[in-house]
């Protein structure tokens, strides 16, 4: 797994560094934001999940537990699923200003700086437009 995480990264550094004209501005931009959202994702679940689990076998095969050490191991795996999205929200640029632009018309700020004005029951993803029903 590291050896084509390293692999991928220099591919796309040397793809972004080459200012190749077949590659647009935003494409580069938008293969970094990627990759670094694969890279956080990947992270995760080996903190939340597979560190505190190699853990308590380790402990248990030394023949030396921990007491209590399976609370937060099944804390951590109830929080997995609710952060394992927030990276490709938080860090691809264009999915943080659409849910900046989502969180600010629904607490009434009219001073939004959208690409396009959208009535309030719709908020645009990319190129395309949601309806939300209510």
């Known amino acids: 797994m590291c050896y084509f995480g390293l ?8 793809m972004c560094q080459n200012g ?28 939340l999940i597979y560190i505190p689990s190699c853990l308590i076998i380790l402990t248990c095969v030394a023949d030396a537990s921990i ?7 099944s804390m ?3 929080i997995f699923p609710a952060i394992d999205p927030l990276p490709n929200m938080f860090l691809i640029a264009d ?23 959208l009535p309030s029951n719709q908020f645009s993803v990319g190129m395309r437009s949601c309806i939300v029903e209510q």
């Open 95 to 117: 999915y943080r200003k659409t849910i900046i632009d989502y969180c600010r018309r629904i607490l009434g700020k009219s001073d939004i700086t959208n690409r396009s004005r």
């Open 20 to 47: 190749n004209a077949v590659y647009s501005v935003h494409f580069r931009s938008i293969q970094k934001q990627l990759f670094v959202a694969l890279v956080s994702q990947t992270l995760i679940p080996l903190v």
């Open 7 to 14: 692999k991928c990264y220099t591919s796309i550094k040397r």
């Open 76 to 78: 951590s795996i109830a």
């Open 67 to 73: 007491p209590y050490s399976g609370t937060p191991l």
